[in-house]
């Protein structure tokens, strides 16, 4: 079994930065994969970025392409996602995944582990 815990999540400015972390304990060895997803209040879940831990890989959703960036840490088995220039229509509960599986897919059944979320709150 693999434990995420998120952190960083609060309440910024538009135009402001902020950045979340997820830890990842347990059987993290067997983790090919993380992901970010975020869900906003009445909308579905939605896919914000993925990183493979094994090689240089990296996976965008349009909406937060050049704003965010999601880097990882193996010594720490910890996944960041820098977010820069938020916007209101950021706000939402994120979500860190993670897979068994090498590929860096947007595919939120493709996870097998998930965080429990933290709120991100951008005001205008």
């Known amino acids: 079994q693999v434990q995420l815990v998120e952190s960083g999540g609060g309440l910024v400015q538009a135009a402001g930065s902020l950045r979340l972390s997820c830890a990842a304990s347990?059987?993290?060895?067997?983790?090919?994969?993380m992901a970010w997803f975020r869900q906003a209040t009445g909308k579905d879940r939605e896919f914000v970025a993925s990183?493979?831990?094994?090689?240089?890989?990296?996976r965008y959703a349009d909406s937060v392409k050049g704003r965010f960036t999601i880097s990882r840490d193996n010594a720490k088995n910890t996944v960041y996602l820098q977010m820069s220039s938020l916007k209101p229509e950021d706000t939402a509960v994120y979500s860190c995944?993670?897979?068994?599986?090498?590929?860096?897919?947007?595919?939120?059944?493709?996870?097998?582990?998930w965080g429990q979320g933290t709120q991100v709150t951008v005001s205008s």
């Open positions: 990183i493979s831990m094994e090689i240089s890989s990296t």
């Open positions: 347990g059987r993290s060895g067997s983790i090919g994969a």
């Open positions: 995944a993670a897979r068994q599986g090498p590929g860096v897919t947007s595919v939120s059944s493709l996870y097998n582990y």
